[in-house]
C-alpha cells in the first residue's frame, strides 16, 4: 500500500509544491495508520514529515484509532483525540485547530464537543439531505456553538475524483486536469471554498495507478491557477478568511460512507450493535484497572472498520463492504471479534485479581486536555 | 379387547402395547372394541371405546395417577387406599384387587351389549372381566400375559393376584405370551399346557415414537441445553466422522450442548463407535430416520444445523432447515453454498473452524437471530420456479436455429412453451 499509494502520491504533491508554492493540502491519518507507517514503512513517515515542512501542509485532529467513540463515550473520544494530538506533535511537531471526525461522522453534538476541545473549525459531508437548498461552497455554523465552523465537503467534485475518474460508462470520463478545473472555476461567484475531501488511497488504490489518477493530480495545481480567481487554502485558512453564511442545524448523524451517508455502514444490524456494546461496557472496567497493555488493545478494537466488515446491508449484492473486508462474510468478521471480546473479558478479569492483590488501587492518570 | 389404561393415561408399558396392538389389529382389519374400566377423555380413530363405568363423570387426572400407580404396586391392600373415603363408586375407589373385582362385576353387561366374536384380556387385572364376558357370550377367550406377578414381585409374590392370574390362564382358550421367557413361566409356575400358551413378540409403533421424541428435545431444551443437529445419511459423503470431531472440540467449551443424529447409513456404527471412544456418548442422540412432525420440529428446535459434507452436489437440507428458522453451518464443499450466504460456511475437514462457529451462535442470540431471520428471508427467493426459469432462458440460449425450430412461437410468447422430451 505504501509502494501503491502514499509514497507515490506524496512524491506528486511535494513536486506540486516545489512548482507551484501557492498550492495547499491538508491530511487527517489517525494514530492507527501512523503506527502502522513507523512499524512497517517509516519511509512514508519522512514523506508526510517532509511535506509538513513546506509549510503548505495542514495536519487534522482526529480519533486516535479511528473510532466510534464521540458516538458511544464523550470520555473516550476526548481521551482519543487527546492522544492523536500527541502524535502529531510528537512525530511533525505541530498542533492541529481542525477537527475532522471518523467517516467524517458528524452531528451538532459532535461539533459542539470540537468546540469545547478548543477548535476552530470541523469538517462534515455535505450531504444533500443535510444542506436542502444550500451551497456546500460556504462556511457555516454550527447550531448550538459560538466558536467553531463548520466546512462542507463538496461531495460531487470530490466524488468525480474518488469514485468516477475511471469509470468508463460515467460521461465525465476520461477526467483530465483542465476539465476538472473547469467545473471548479464555474463556481466562482457563487464560493467561497470548495472542499475537497477523499480518502488518500484513491491516489493509487481505488483508482490505480494505469488510471491515470498521478498525471490528473501532476496537473491538477497548474490548471486551476490558470484562473487568477482561483487560489489553495488550508482549512484552518479558510475558517479565518471567511464568516459564516449561516447556522446549520445537523441534529442527526451523518457520514460519508455508502449512498445513505449516514451510520449504518457500522451501526445498523444486530451483530454491530452487539458488538459495539460488548467493547464499550467493557471499557467501563478496563479505563479503571492499571494495564496499559490492556487499555491499548481495548481501544485498537474500537476501531470503526471492525465493525463496517460486519455490515450486512448490502451483503447479498456483494459490494463495496466486501472488497475491503478481509473476511469472507460478515458473519466471519463479527465471529472472530467476539472471540477476542471473549479473549478481552479473560484478561480483564486477571488483571483485576492481579490489582487486588497490589498494595493500593492507583488509577491511571487521567490525560489533560491543556497539558499537550 | 379388555384393558386397563390407555395411553396417554397409562402408567407403564402396558397401556403402550395395547394402543400398539389394537391399532395394528384394526388396520389389518379387524373390528375392536376396546374396553376400559374407567371413563376418560381418550377417542382414537382406530377403535371404539366402552367405559365399565359409563355413568360416572370423567375422573380427574390426580385420581387416575392413583388408580393406575396402584396397577404397579403391590400393596394393594395398603391401609393408605383403605382408609380413602372419596365417595368414588367402587370402581374407582377402594382397593386394587376390588377395583379389578367391580370391573368384572360389569364386564357381563358389557359382553352382552357388544357384538363380538372373540374376547381379549390384559394381564391380571383384566382377567375376571374376560372371564365374566366368555360367562355371557360364551365366545372364546384369549388372555394376554405382558408380565406375571414372578416378574413384579420375584418370589415374593402376592398369592391373592397370582390365583387371579391361575385362574384366567386356566379358563382361557388361549394364552398369549409377550416373550419365550414369558411363556416358560406361565407353563412352569402355573403349570399350565404349553399347547396352549403362545408367543407374540411385541412391537414398536414407528408413528407412535413421534411423543417420546419430541418430549426428550423439549426436556433438553427446558435444561437449558443448546441442540446441533446433524441430518442426513450417515455415509463417507456427509462427513459424519468431520461432525464428531467438531462436537468433541465444542463440549470442551460448553458442555451443555447435546448432538441430535437423524438419519441412518452404513457409516453409522463407526460413527457411535467414534463418539463412544471419545466419551461423549451422553451427549449424542442417535434418533434414525425422523420424519414428518418429528423432522419438522427438529429443524425447529435445534439451535444450528450443521452439514460437513466432503461432497454434495446440491444438499436441499439446508434449505428446508432455513424455512424452519434455524440457523446452518454448511461445508464449502456443498452446492448449495454456492446460492446461499446468509449462512456459516467452512471447509468440512477444518473441525477447529466449525466448532468456532457453532459455538459463536450458540453464545450470540442475535447472530442466530440475524442468520435465522435473513436466511429465511434469502431461502424464500430461491425457489424452483426460479430454477426452471433458468432452465428455460437456457434451453432458449443454446442454439437459436435450434430453439426456433423447436419453439416456433418463441418470439411472441417469450420462451414458456418450453416442454420435457
Redesign the interface.
Known amino acids: 500500500m505504501a509502494r501503491k499509494c502514499y509514497l507515490p502520491a506524496n512524491a506528486v504533491l511535494l513536486q506540486n509544491i516545489k512548482d507551484n508554492p501557492d498550492f495547499k493540502a491538508s491530511f487527517s491519518i489517525s494514530g492507527v495508520a501512523l503506527e502502522q507507517f513507523e512499524k512497517f514503512a517509516p519511509e512514508v513517515i519522512d514523506s508526510f514529515k517532509a511535506l509538513v515542512d513546506t509549510g503548505n501542509i495542514e495536519l487534522l485532529s482526529e480519533t486516535y484509532y479511528h473510532s466510534l467513540a464521540s458516538i458511544y463515550s464523550e470520555e473516550e473520544f476526548v481521551n482519543q483525540v487527546i492522544l492523536h494530538r500527541k502524535k502529531l506533535r510528537d512525530l511533525f511537531g505541530v498542533t492541529p485547530s481542525i477537527f475532522r471526525n471518523t467517516e467524517l461522522i458528524y452531528s451538532n453534538n459532535i461539533a459542539k464537543m470540537a468546540e469545547q476541545m478548543g477548535y476552530k473549525g470541523i469538517l462534515a459531508e455535505g450531504a444533500d439531505h443535510v444542506l436542502g437548498w444550500r451551497s456546500p461552497t460556504f462556511v457555516y455554523k454550527p447550531t448550538g456553538t459560538e466558536n467553531i465552523k463548520l466546512l462542507l465537503k463538496h461531495y460531487r467534485l470530490s466524488d468525480d475524483v474518488a469514485f468516477r475518474f475511471s469509470q468508463k460508462s460515467w460521461e465525465g470520463w476520461p477526467l483530465t486536469a483542465p476539465k476538472f478545473a473547469d467545473w471548479v472555476s464555474s463556481h466562482n461567484g457563487n464560493a467561497d471554498t470548495i472542499n475537497l475531501f477523499m480518502d488518500y488511497e484513491t491516489f493509487g488504490e481505488h483508482q490505480w495507478e494505469d488510471t491515470g489518477i498521478f498525471e490528473f493530480l501532476r496537473h491538477l495545481p497548474n490548471e486551476i491557477l490558470k484562473n487568477p480567481d482561483n487560489n489553495f487554502i488550508t482549512p484552518s485558512e479558510a475558517v479565518d478568511l471567511y464568516d459564516a453564511k449561516s447556522e446549520l442545524d445537523v441534529p442527526d448523524y451523518v457520514s460519508w460512507a455508502d449512498t445513505e451517508r449516514d451510520l449504518s455502514a457500522w451501526i445498523s444490524?444486530?451483530?454491530q450493535?452487539?458488538a459495539l456494546e460488548t467493547i464499550y461496557a467493557l471499557g467501563q472496567e478496563i479505563v479503571h484497572i492499571d494495564d496499559p497493555i490492556l487499555l491499548e488493545d481495548w481501544r485498537k478494537l474500537q476501531t470503526s472498520d471492525h465493525f463496517y466488515y460486519m455490515c450486512?446491508k448490502w451483503?447479498?449484492d456483494g459490494d463495496v463492504h466486501k472488497y475491503f473486508s478481509p473476511y469472507?462474510?460478515p458473519?466471519?468478521a463479527?465471529?472472530a471479534y467476539?472471540?477476542v471480546m471473549h479473549d478481552m473479558r479473560l484478561r480483564l478479569e486477571e488483571a483485576k485479581k492481579k490489582q487486588e492483590h497490589g498494595v493500593s488501587l492507583h488509577r491511571v492518570k487521567p490525560l489533560r486536555f491543556s497539558e499537550v | 379387547m379388555f384393558g386397563w389404561e390407555f395411553p396417554p393415561f397409562n402408567s407403564g408399558g402396558l397401556g403402550v402395547a395395547c394402543e400398539g396392538l389394537s391399532k395394528a389389529l384394526a388396520s389389518s382389519g379387524v373390528d375392536l372394541t376396546f374396553v376400559l374400566p374407567f371413563k376418560i377423555p381418550i377417542s382414537v380413530p382406530w377403535c371404539r371405546f366402552v367405559f365399565s363405568n359409563e355413568s360416572t363423570d370423567l375422573i380427574s387426572e390426580n385420581q387416575m395417577q392413583r388408580l393406575f400407580s396402584g396397577y404397579q404396586s403391590h400393596s394393594i391392600h395398603s391401609k393408605s387406599s383403605k382408609t380413602q373415603d372419596n365417595g368414588l363408586p367402587d370402581a374407582v375407589s377402594g382397593d386394587l384387587i376390588e377395583r379389578v373385582r367391580a370391573y368384572a362385576l360389569r364386564a357381563g353387561a358389557i359382553a352382552k351389549k357388544n357384538k363380538h366374536s372373540v374376547i381379549h384380556a390384559h394381564d391380571w387385572l383384566t382377567y375376571p372381566a374376560g372371564i365374566e364376558a366368555k360367562k355371557v357370550s360364551g365366545r372364546p377367550l384369549v388372555v394376554h400375559i405382558h408380565a406375571t406377578e414372578f416378574d413384579r414381585s420375584g418370589d415374593n409374590i402376592n398369592k391373592e393376584i397370582y390365583n387371579i392370574e391361575l385362574e384366567g390362564f386356566r379358563k382361557a382358550d388361549m394364552v398369549v405370551a409377550v416373550s419365550g421367557r414369558t411363556r416358560e413361566k406361565v407353563i412352569q409356575k402355573y403349570g399350565i399346557s404349553p399347547h396352549k400358551v403362545k408367543v407374540v413378540h411385541n412391537g414398536v409403533e414407528f408413528q407412535k415414537s413421534v411423543n417420546p421424541v419430541l418430549e426428550t428435545f423439549n426436556r433438553i431444551k427446558a435444561g437449558g441445553n443448546k441442540i446441533v443437529l446433524y441430518a442426513g445419511r450417515i455415509t463417507l459423503q456427509k462427513g459424519p466422522d468431520y461432525f464428531v470431531a467438531m462436537a468433541e472440540k465444542i463440549l470442551r467449551y460448553e458442555p451443555k450442548t447435546f448432538f441430535v443424529v437423524s438419519g441412518s447409513g452404513d457409516m453409522e456404527e463407526l460413527m457411535i463407535r467414534q463418539v463412544a471412544n471419545l466419551g461423549i456418548s451422553d451427549r449424542f442422540i442417535f434418533c434414525g430416520w425422523l420424519r414428518g412432525e418429528e423432522l419438522a420440529t427438529i429443524y425447529r428446535d435445534a439451535d444450528i444445523y450443521v452439514m460437513p459434507s466432503v461432497s454434495e452436489p446440491f444438499g436441499l437440507l439446508p434449505l428446508e432447515v432455513m424455512i424452519s428458522d434455524t440457523p446452518v453451518l454448511i461445508s464449502k464443499e456443498s452446492g448449495v453454498s454456492e446460492v446461499v450466504s446468509c449462512v456459516l460456511k467452512s471447509h468440512f475437514w477444518d473441525t477447529d473452524d466449525m466448532a468456532d462457529k457453532v459455538l459463536s451462535v450458540l453464545r450470540h442470540k442475535k447472530l442466530k437471530n440475524h442468520l435465522s431471520v435473513n436466511g429465511k428471508e434469502e431461502v424464500k427467493a430461491i425457489h424452483w420456479k426460479k430454477a426452471a426459469e433458468s432452465l428455460i432462458s437456457l434451453y432458449n440460449s443454446l442454439d437459436n436455429a435450434f430453439s426456433m425450430f423447436l419453439f416456433p412461437s418463441s418470439s411472441t410468447s417469450a420462451g414458456t412453451q418450453v416442454s420435457h422430451f
Open positions: 444490524n444486530d451483530l450493535k452487539e450486512t451483503w447479498n469472507e462474510s458473519y466471519e463479527f465471529i467476539m472471540n
